[in-house]
C-alpha cells in the first residue's frame, strides 16, 4: 500500500471523527435539565441539599451553611449567584465536578445523574424571580 493510498483511507475517517468529535461538543454545551421541577422532584431535591449541600450553602441557599465561615472563598449565595442566568449545563457541570479553587466539591460520584438534577431544580427555587 503507497503513502498515498493510507491517506486516501484515512484521510475520510480522520474527516468524520472530526465531525463527530464537534457534533459531541456541541450537544454537551446543550445539556438541558430532562426533569421538569415537579413538587416530587422538589421533594427530592430538599432532601439532598438539606443532607449534602446545606452545611456549606444554608439551609436558605444564603451561603451561611455552619462550614462556610472557614471557606475561602465563601460558598455561593443562590440568591445572588444564580441570578446571573446560569446555563443548565453549567450548573450541572458545577455540581457534578466542582467549581475550582473553592471549596465545591463535585457530586458526581455521590449523587446519580437524576439525583443532581434534582437538587439542582431545588436550589433554582431559592432564586427571587424565574430565571
Ligand atoms: C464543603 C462546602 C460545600 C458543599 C458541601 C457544597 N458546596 Fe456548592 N459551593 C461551595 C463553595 C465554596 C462554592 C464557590 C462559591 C463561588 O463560586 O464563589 C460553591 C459553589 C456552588 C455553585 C456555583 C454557584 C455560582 O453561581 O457560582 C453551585 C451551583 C453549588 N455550589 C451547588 C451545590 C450543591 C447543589 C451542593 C450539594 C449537592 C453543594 N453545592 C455543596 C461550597 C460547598
Redesign the pocket.
Known amino acids: 500500500m503507497t503513502a498515498t493510498r493510507i491517506v486516501r483511507v484515512v484521510g475520510p475517517a480522520v474527516a468524520a471523527a472530526m465531525v463527530l468529535g464537534g457534533l459531541q461538543a456541541g450537544a454537551a454545551q446543550e445539556v438541558r435539565n430532562p426533569i421538569p421541577p415537579s413538587p416530587d422532584s422538589l421533594a427530592i431535591g430538599r432532601t439532598?441539599?438539606a443532607e449534602?449541600?446545606a452545611?456549606?450553602?444554608g439551609v436558605n441557599g444564603r451561603?451561611d451553611?455552619p462550614?462556610?465561615r472557614t471557606?475561602v472563598?465563601?460558598?455561593?449565595d443562590?440568591r445572588v449567584?444564580?441570578a446571573?442566568g446560569?446555563s443548565d449545563a453549567q450548573?450541572f457541570e458545577?455540581?457534578s465536578n466542582g467549581?475550582p479553587d473553592?471549596?465545591?466539591?463535585g457530586?458526581a460520584d455521590?449523587?446519580s445523574d437524576e439525583e443532581?438534577w434534582h437538587?439542582?431544580n431545588y436550589?433554582l427555587t431559592f432564586l427571587p424571580v424565574e430565571r
Open positions: 439532598i441539599y449534602h449541600c452545611v456549606c450553602h451561603g451553611g462550614l462556610a471557606m472563598p465563601r460558598p455561593a443562590f449567584h444564580l446571573e446560569h450548573l458545577w455540581v467549581v473553592t471549596g465545591m466539591t457530586f455521590v449523587l443532581r437538587v439542582i436550589i
